[in-house]
C-alpha cells in the first residue's frame, strides 16, 4: 500500500491561492488531504537572475493514481508559469493513514 501513495509538494504565492488550491484537490477527491504550511522564502534562479519570494507551501496526499489528474489540476490552478510540483512516494506510515488516502481519493467511474 505504501508505494501507491505519494507526498506531492508545491508552493503558491499566498494563502489565498494555496487555499483555493487544497480545497479544489480534495473536493475532486485527488487528495485526502492538503496541509498548509506557514509562509516561507525561497530562493532561486529564474530567467538568469537571483529571485526571493515568499510562498505558501503545500503538503498534498495522494495516490499514483490520482497523481496524473492531480498534477493537471495544479496546472490549471497554478498562477505561475512554471509551478513546483515534486511528488514523492511514501516509503512507509501508519497502514489505516495509508489506506484513508487510497480511499478519499478514489473516485467512482
Not at 22 to 43: D, F, G, R
Not at 63 to 87: D, F, G, M, V, W
Request: hydrophobic share 45%; aromatic share 6%.
Amino acid at each position: 500500500m505504501s508505494s501507491d501513495i505519494l507526498l506531492v509538494i508545491s508552493n503558491f504565492p499566498d494563502h489565498a491561492c494555496a487555499t483555493t488550491a487544497a480545497e479544489a484537490l480534495v473536493e475532486a477527491k485527488l487528495a485526502a488531504c492538503v496541509n498548509i504550511l506557514p509562509a516561507c522564502t525561497s530562493i532561486y534562479r529564474w530567467e538568469g537572475k537571483i529571485e526571493h519570494a515568499n510562498e505558501v507551501p503545500l503538503l498534498i496526499k495522494t495516490t499514483r493514481a490520482a497523481y496524473p489528474q492531480l498534477e493537471s489540476a495544479l496546472r490549471e490552478l497554478h498562477p505561475y508559469e512554471l509551478p513546483e510540483i515534486i511528488a514523492v512516494s511514501v516509503a512507509a506510515g501508519l497502514p489505516a493513514y495509508l489506506n484513508w488516502v487510497a480511499q478519499e481519493t478514489q473516485t467512482k467511474d
